[in-house]
C-alpha cells in the first residue's frame, strides 16, 4: 500500500495508537488495541461553480461540515476505516464551492474484547485520522481561492453511539413489520 501513502520515501514503521492493555506480546512486549499501519488521503474533490464570478463578493462563504465513518474488514485483525467529509460553501444562499475528501488507514487490532472492536474502530481510528484530513479539506479550501477553513473536532463517541441508536431503530422496525402482517 506504500503506493497510497501520502508522505515520500519508505513507509515509516507502524505505530501504537491507544494505551497499552497492560499485556504483553512476544518478547514482553505490551500489546496495543489499535495500531495505524497506513494512512492516506483515498478521494479529494474540489467544485468551485461559480467561478470566477463568487470572487466578486466581498461576503464570506458560509460553511456546512458532514462526516460519516466507514468500516472495511481486510481479513485476521486488520481494518481500513474511511473517514468521509463534505463540506459545503455557500455565499449569500447560491454553492460557492463543494469539497468531498475520504481520508482512510489501515488499523490492526491487538488482542481486545470482542465488543471493544467496533467502539475502538468507529471512534478512535477516526479521532486519530481527523487531524489529517482536516489538514487536507483546509488545503483545498484556500487553494481553491476560499478562506481556509478549519473544521471543528468532532465527538466520535456522540457520532458512535447516534449510529448505534439507528441500527437499534432499523432492527426494531424490521421486527415490527413481519409482526404487523401477520395480524
Known amino acids: 500500500m506504500s503506493d497510497q501513502s501520502t508522505g515520500g520515501g519508505a513507509p515509516a514503521a507502524p505505530q501504537p495508537a491507544g494505551d497499552s492493555t497492560g499485556q504483553s506480546g512476544p518478547g514482553g512486549t505490551p500489546q496495543v488495541p ?6 492516506y488521503l483515498k478521494d479529494l474533490s474540489f467544485e468551485n461553480p ?3 464570478g463568487v470572487f466578486g463578493s466581498t461576503t464570506q462563504p458560509q460553511n456546512a461540515a458532514t462526516v460519516t465513518v466507514q468500516l472495511h474488514h481486510l481479513g485476521e485483525r486488520a481494518y481500513e476505516v474511511v473517514l468521509n467529509m463534505r463540506i459545503d460553501g455557500t455565499v449569500n444562499g447560491e454553492p460557492a464551492y463543494v469539497a468531498e475528501l475520504a481520508y482512510a488507514g489501515v488499523f490492526a487490532l491487538g488482542k ?5 472492536i467496533e467502539p475502538l474502530l468507529m471512534v478512535e481510528a477516526p479521532r486519530l485520522l481527523f487531524p489529517f484530513a ?4 483546509a488545503m483545498a479550501t484556500r487553494e481553491g481561492g476560499f478562506p481556509q477553513i478549519l473544521i471543528s473536532p468532532i465527538d466520535f463517541a456522540a457520532l458512535y453511539r447516534g449510529h448505534r441508536r439507528q441500527q437499534a431503530a432499523q432492527a426494531g422496525a424490521a421486527a415490527a413489520a413481519p409482526a404487523a402482517g401477520s395480524a
Open 34 to 39: 489499535l495500531t495505524v499501519l497506513a494512512q
Open 50 to 52: 461559480r467561478a470566477p
Open 112 to 116: 481486545v474484547a470482542p465488543e471493544m
Open 134 to 137: 482536516r489538514s487536507v479539506a
